[in-house]
């Protein structure tokens, strides 16, 4: 309920709005605690209510604390039962996080004028971007399960071994730890796969002496973690050696500028700054990071374009990368969290290009 009243505060004693309407689905988890529901109401005189389908009721009414939970029956239209409960909650002026258009369209015909609707999803993400305590305890432990996933590609990872059997071995590493689910599709990508960023996972075998990028995560209690190391399957060239020294030297430097008040477009540059200097910087083809909690990517950002600036209990990945196409790429990634006085890590070990299986 805290983060509830925060809300309210922003919504309510801030924007003067007399009712918030939660319809994304990670939001949703964020203020009730279940990830199921349809949406949310919020008025600012009456009882919070959960929408949820039958599918999802029982749950609801089991794990949902401090809220009134609301059956959709199969046939009837959830935003004609929601505009209908904001009329009887005398709201006038209702804040939204977001909706599709169609869904907009059908709220605001089932208001019939009675209430302004406007779109306010950043107070949302003013909150969510600062992890209270609670958060951060899970976000910790969802690090250190993603630690133990990458211990065991250093573990398996060799010639001969095909790229989803890496990823199958990674992650049940750490769904034997204790993760709940992986924080997103694995990446295993090897060889001049390597060199995409987002190079998936494929049955590709891995051959001697390729750049392998492991790119993973683990969720625990819906919240997540994200870290990538690349190695070598076998002995590692004096090219491959230079190139990751390069990324590394760009990792610890970033990492090191991090704290609060910090620009994150200056996070960014002292990363982007080391590869330049190195000759690469046209390979540097992604943003330094971005935000992690109960989504994968989240704000704050941390790229040249950037406007803001970090705060302590922003949770950020720092993730340089050089990418050679038809050699192969390197990164090296880390979660961290922002605090008044440098970082910590979530994530951390394994800084070696070379594979121990």
């Given amino acids: 309920m805290n983060r509830i009243n925060a809300l309210k505060q922003k919504a309510f004693e801030e924007k003067d709005f007399d009712g918030f309407l939660i319809a994304d689905e990670a939001n949703i988890l964020y203020f009730a605690g279940f990830p199921g529901a349809a949406c949310l109401l919020i008025p600012r005189n009456g009882e919070n209510t959960l929408y949820v389908y039958g599918v999802n009721y029982e749950q ?44 907009y369209r059908n709220f605001a015909k089932g208001l019939r004028g009675k209430a302004r609707i406007k779109p306010q999803n950043k107070l949302v993400w003013e909150l969510r971007k ?8 899970l976000m910790r432990k969802a690090g250190q399960l993603t630690c133990e996933g990458m211990k065991a590609a250093y573990e398996f990872i ?18 034997r730890k204790g993760s709940w689910s992986t ?3 694995t990446i295993v990508a090897s060889g001049v796969r390597s060199a995409f960023p987002h190079g998936g996972c494929t049955d590709m075998e891995i051959r001697e002496g390729d750049l392998v990028v492991v790119d993973i995560g683990a969720s625990y209690c819906y919240y997540r973690s994200d870290m990538t190391r690349t190695l070598v399957a076998g002995k590692p060239s004096e090219k491959q050696k230079r190139l990751y020294e390069i990324v590394k030297t760009a990792q ?47 704000p704050p950002a941390l790229s040249p374009q950037s406007k803001e600036r970090l705060t302590a209990g ?23 969290l922002v605090k008044e006085r440098g970082a ?14």
């Fill in 60 to 103: 609801a009414k089991a794990e949902g604390k401090g809220f009134r939970v609301e059956l959709v029956k199969r046939d009837e239209n959830l935003a004609a039962k929601v505009a209908a409960q904001v009329k009887d909650f005398g709201i006038k002026k209702l804040a939204f996080d977001m909706l599709t258009f169609e869904n």
């Fill in 158 to 175: 060799r010639p001969g071994v095909k790229e989803y059997e890496a990823a199958a071995e990674i992650e049940y590493a750490m769904r």
């Fill in 252 to 298: 610890q430097k970033a990492f090191q500028a991090v704290k609060e008040k910090a620009k994150a477009k200056a996070v960014d540059a002292m990363a982007r700054k080391v590869i330049e200097e190195a000759g690469y910087g046209e390979n540097f083809v992604h943003s330094l990071g971005h935000g992690v909690g109960l989504e994968v990517h989240e």
């Fill in 130 to 137: 600062v992890k209270d305590a609670e958060e951060l305890e």
């Fill in 183 to 185: 924080a997103f599709d």
């Fill in 314 to 336: 922003n949770v950020v990945t720092i993730e340089p990368g050089i990418y050679l196409v038809g050699f192969g790429g390197i990164r090296i990634e880390d979660t961290v």
């Fill in 344 to 357: 910590e890590k979530f994530t951390n070990g394994f800084y070696t290009i070379e594979a121990i299986g």
